[in-house]
């Protein structure tokens, strides 16, 4: 079963808890990342992230988000199956009521 968070959820603690860094892992192509993210957010495009995976670390907890929700939900399975702790936001950036970079 997935550990998910709602948009709603997720920008809050974004915003107001400051007792935990979220590391945000964006899996969006290159150039999606590029033309707008979430400020703190780290690239790991799911094209690649079957190579690029053990540059994570599997004691941090990592937030993973796309565009949409689908290649998240991807790259949430694959992770989680390599022993990560990940947690799936739903709705992706279309939903992201903040700013971007």
């Not at 959820?9 to 007792?19: A, G, R």
């Not at 992230?49 to 998240?72: H, M, N, T, W």
């Not at 992770?79 to 739903?90: K, M, P, R, S, Y």
């Amino acid at each position: 079963m997935k550990n998910n968070i709602s948009m709603k959820d997720f920008y809050e603690k974004y915003t107001n808890d400051s007792s935990e860094k979220l590391t945000i892992l964006d899996v969006r192509e290159i150039h999606e990342y590029t033309a707008g993210h979430i400020p703190s957010a780290e690239n790991f495009p799911l094209s690649a992230l079957d190579a690029d995976f053990s540059k994570l670390d599997k004691d941090q907890k990592y937030y993973v988000i796309c565009q949409a929700g689908g290649r998240s939900a991807k790259a949430y399975d694959f992770l989680d199956a390599q022993g990560f702790n990940v947690i799936n936001v739903e709705g992706g950036m279309n939903n992201w009521p903040g700013e971007t970079k």
